[in-house]
């Protein structure tokens, strides 16, 4: 059995930059589109990403996935997109700045 990183891909241009990632520390990853039903049985499946995307999570059309299972069986890292959805899923609030931090 392969232990894996499943990455939620919400369109991010950087999923395949996170991936690649993962498997120079030689973790088996893969990417799977957002909507993507996750076997949330896999033994294999150690962890998993939600990463970023060109949208925001205050969109009338924004796209959520089902947070709750997924995160009440595995470890999940948000990036981008994926940290303002578990924000504003769990009672944060995700609003725009008026200034920009380099």
Same mark, same amino acid.
């Given at each position: 059995?392969?232990?894996?990183?499943?990455?939620? =891909?919400?369109?991010?241009? *950087?999923?395949?930059?996170?991936?690649?990632?993962?498997? !120079?520390?030689?973790?088996?990853? !893969?990417?799977?589109? *957002? /909507?993507? !039903?996750?076997?949330?049985? =896999?033994?294999?499946?150690?962890?998993?990403?939600?990463?970023?995307?060109?949208?925001?999570?205050?969109?009338? =059309?924004?796209?959520?996935?089902?947070?709750?299972?997924?995160? =009440?069986?595995?470890?999940?890292?948000?990036?981008?997109?994926?940290?303002?959805?578990?924000?504003? /899923?769990?009672?944060?609030?995700?609003?725009?700045?008026?200034?920009?931090?380099?």
């Amino acid at each position: 059995m392969k232990e894996k990183v499943i990455i939620l =891909d919400f369109g991010s241009q *950087y999923t395949q930059l996170i991936a690649r990632r993962i498997r !120079e520390l030689n973790v088996y990853s !893969e990417i799977v589109p *957002y /909507h993507t !039903e996750i076997n949330l049985s =896999d033994p294999g499946i150690k962890a998993v990403i939600f990463s970023g995307s060109p949208f925001s999570v205050n969109a009338v =059309d924004a796209l959520f996935p089902p947070l709750i299972a997924v995160s =009440d069986h595995f470890p999940v890292l948000g990036i981008c997109y994926g940290a303002q959805l578990m924000a504003k /899923h769990y009672g944060g609030t995700v609003a725009a700045s008026s200034k920009r931090v380099w």
